[in-house]
């Protein structure tokens, strides 16, 4: 595997006290940081984030978000290019995952090219492991 990418439910549910799954957040994050790999954040997961938390807890939330993913030293912002956009776009437009958003496609496109996702997503989960 060559790197690590969590779904916005577990960045989100890591940074929210208040979330049901903020505990089992916090131990996956935990172990995660353990390795040696990279936390791959993808500007499509980061979007999520941000607008999640504005919505649930208020623009100081989501202002957190942004100072913390930026100030983390494991975390490596990757940004999406055309090419891999479009690529993206094709996997979301065959529809064979009619429950999946097209930032989960996005993670099915990472996941295929050799990283780990994880999530707390069972319809992304089953995806990913089929």
Known sequence: MNNIVCD???WIAFFNEEDNQHEKARELIGLL???EKPLLLTNYIDLECI???L???GIQASQRWI???SDAKRIEQL???KEDHNAITELFLKGNNKHLSFIDISLIFLATNNNQVYTFD???QNALSS
Do not use: A, G, Y
């Open 55 to 57: 919505k649930r807890k």
């Open 33 to 35: 940081e353990q390795q």
């Open 8 to 10: 916005s439910n577990i």
């Open 51 to 53: 607008t999640i938390l």
């Open 79 to 81: 940004t999406f290019d």
């Open 67 to 69: 100072r913390f993913r």
């Open 122 to 124: 069972n319809k992304l």
